[in-house]
């Protein structure tokens, strides 16, 4: 079963802090990505990746910046944190090598207050 | 730019009765069409995806078909059950990119007893 970590799984974060949450893949998938899931707009693209080094912008990348420092990482970054940014966050990992299936991560709640 | 809309919000079912949940989706290049499921505190996984030739995907009873005359690629099920109850994604994988993959707003299926 592919496998992909995330953390930290639940953080509080204060309005103008920087945020990061981590994703660790053991898939060897060439793609990564970042999601936000709210209720009534589902599962947004943030950023993702082809691979180490790239990073991508998805439909909503405003606010955000990605990093890819190897084939199993993929961090999203949020420099300056805002109340809107309050959400559940999932990393996926695939390639067309898998069919193209996503698997996902168990998600990231953040709360910025 | 690509898009995919499903039937919105929340459809409740009682046990035994059909299932159908709609997806249409608009597109620039063919496209891969995929269903993912969420349980209750689960991270999302695929249910299923379309095929490039005619073939209807199926998988736990869930089947669907790619028609690509109405750019549809709707969810059914003969039989609900009260496990199906979860979120359901349409996803769509434009053929003129080989990662970025796009989410519907996501449909809640309830099934009572």
């Known amino acids: 079963e592919a496998a992909v970590t995330q953390s930290p799984r639940n953080k509080v974060a204060v309005t103008g802090g920087k945020v990061t949450l981590s994703c660790n893949q053991t898939?060897?998938?060439?793609?990564m990505y970042w999601y936000r899931q709210d209720t009534g707009h589902g599962l947004r693209l943030i950023h993702y990746?082809?691979?180490?080094?790239?990073?991508e912008k998805g439909d909503i990348p405003d606010g955000y910046k990605a990093s890819r420092p190897s084939q199993e990482n993929f961090s999203l970054i949020l420099e300056l944190a805002t109340p809107s940014q309050t959400s559940v966050y999932f990393c996926?990992?695939?390639?067309?090598?898998?069919?193209?299936?996503?698997?996902f991560g168990e998600g990231s709640r953040l709360i910025v207050v | 730019g690509d898009s995919v809309t499903q039937t919105e919000g929340l459809v409740t079912l009682t046990e035994g009765l059909p299932v159908m949940l709609n997806c249409t989706y608009q597109?620039?290049?063919?496209?891969?069409l995929f269903w993912y499921v969420q349980h209750l505190n689960e991270a999302p996984k695929l249910l299923l995806k379309?095929?490039?030739?005619?073939k209807r995907p199926e998988h736990q009873g869930f089947h669907a078909t790619l028609h690509k005359s109405s750019s549809s690629f709707h969810l059914q099920k003969s039989s609900a059950q009260l496990s199906d109850s979860a979120l359901y994604y349409c996803a769509l994988r434009s053929g003129g990119s080989n990662a970025k993959l796009t989410f519907g707003k996501g449909t809640k299926l309830s099934v009572k007893s």
């Open positions: 379309s095929f490039t030739d005619n």
């Open positions: 898939n060897n998938h060439n793609n």
């Open positions: 990746s082809y691979g180490a080094g790239s990073t």
């Open positions: 996926a990992s695939g390639d067309v090598g898998a069919g193209n299936t996503l698997y």
């Open positions: 597109s620039t290049y063919s496209p891969f």
